[in-house]
């Protein structure tokens, strides 16, 4: 009785994470596919600015900062007005016009999405996941103490 909503929630969840996190996962592998290692990827929103953010681990030879700002450019899905690329303890910053002028313009498809949009949208999956499986777990309890009830019923009647 419990096994089915703890799997749809289990779906659910899994299904929040996947949307954003392809794009992202897409870019990553891209980056790693040019050199780069452990490298991680945050979109975050300030002030009305969308900031993506690439790190990378600056072991062995890694590639210069205007390479993972190329890559990103060309493959993350998402609409940013800074790019910051962090390789090693080395910070390099980028303005999208920045990017524009040397890299060329950017794919539209990839900008169909705001930072901020995608921000609150997975904020909102997330809420609503966690609000489906509050709900579950609560009716699970109480489907639990309705049935130790009757057992003890049962049991003074027997």
């Known amino acids: ?12 969840l899994a299904l929040v994470a996947c949307g954003r996190a392809q794009g992202v996962a897409d870019t990553r592998r891209a980056l790693e596919r040019a050199g780069y ?8 929103t300030g ?3 969308g900031i993506a953010r690439v790190s990378a681990g600056a072991g062995g030879v890694s590639p210069p900062a205007e390479q993972a700002a190329e890559v990103a450019w060309t493959t993350l899905p998402v609409r940013f ?3 910051v690329v962090a390789i090693g303890e080395v910070t390099t910053p980028f303005g999208y016009d920045e990017l524009e002028r040397r ?10 999405r705001q930072i901020d949009d995608e921000v609150v949208e997975s904020g909102l ?6 609000t489906v ?6 009716s699970a309890v109480v489907a639990l103490g309705l049935a130790a009830v009757r057992a003890a019923k049962r049991a003074r009647a027997a």
């Not at 499986?133 to 609560?138: K, N, P």
């Open 37 to 44: 290692r452990d490298v991680d990827i945050s979109l975050r």
């Open 125 to 130: 999956k997330l809420m609503l996941a966690l």
């Open 47 to 49: 002030g009305g600015i």
């Open 81 to 83: 007005d800074r790019l």
């Open 103 to 112: 890299f060329g313009p950017r794919d539209p498809s990839l900008d169909g």
């Open 1 to 12: 009785m419990v096994r089915r909503p703890l799997a749809l929630v289990a779906c659910v």
């Open 133 to 138: 499986g509050a709900i579950l777990s609560v």
